[in-house]
């Protein structure tokens, strides 16, 4: 009874093992990587780059569940007659002061979709790693930029913009094949691999001012490339467990 009385108490939090138990791990990640177009995207545009994020959950069993949200950006526009009522019989575009304009021309755009997938271990050495499935479908929308910062051009702005941006919106289903690497001192989290998607879009513009032919046929846009992500996980805190 003395002992107990006098003998100060000590605590400890105990730490879960990342690398043997299997563990529920919700978490956000930031996506990065590129692609390039397949099928009727190609005929539009050159490779493009993504950047993204969002949110997921990997079960205990390893299954795999989440939401994106990924931009689509910097790809040369290769669009046959795009700005072809507004060239110069020199090829150049004139600006509302009189300067030849010097625009840039890129594919932008977007994905939205959710995931679902499977983790599967490789060796015992870290449960919580290994080959990394992944689909996806949702949401996938692009269109042309113009970009000109010296003077206006009142073609390429409200109200004429939508006649030469070549808006397409459609839904895509999406496949994802790499590894994924939950640390077991949980300081670098991150995966990698390939990434493909086919779509099926359809023009959202009733005409093409330089064309002056509308849009109307529907799509099939594909592509295939690489992502990289950098997983920020959320632990649950461990039980305390105290010792006398």
Known sequence: MACFLFTPSV??????????????????????GGFLPIADLNSRYGAFATIGAGFGVKTESNKYFGFRLTYLT?????????LSNLLTTSGEIIDNEGN???????GRGAIIGILGGKIIPVGNSNLNSGLFLRGGLGSIHHKIGFDFTENHISQLEDPYLPGYDRLTWGGYVSGFVGYWHMDAYRRVNA???IFGFASRTSPLRTMNFDTGIPDSAPRFDAGLGLEFGWVLHIYKRAPKEYWY
């Open 191 to 193: 995966y990698g691999g």
């Open 11 to 32: 605590s400890a939090q105990t730490t879960r093992d990342v690398a043997s138990t299997q563990l529920e791990s919700p978490h956000i990640f930031i996506s990065t």
């Open 74 to 82: 910097g790809a040369e526009a290769q669009e046959p007659g795009l």
């Open 100 to 106: 030849v304009a010097r625009i840039t021309v890129t």
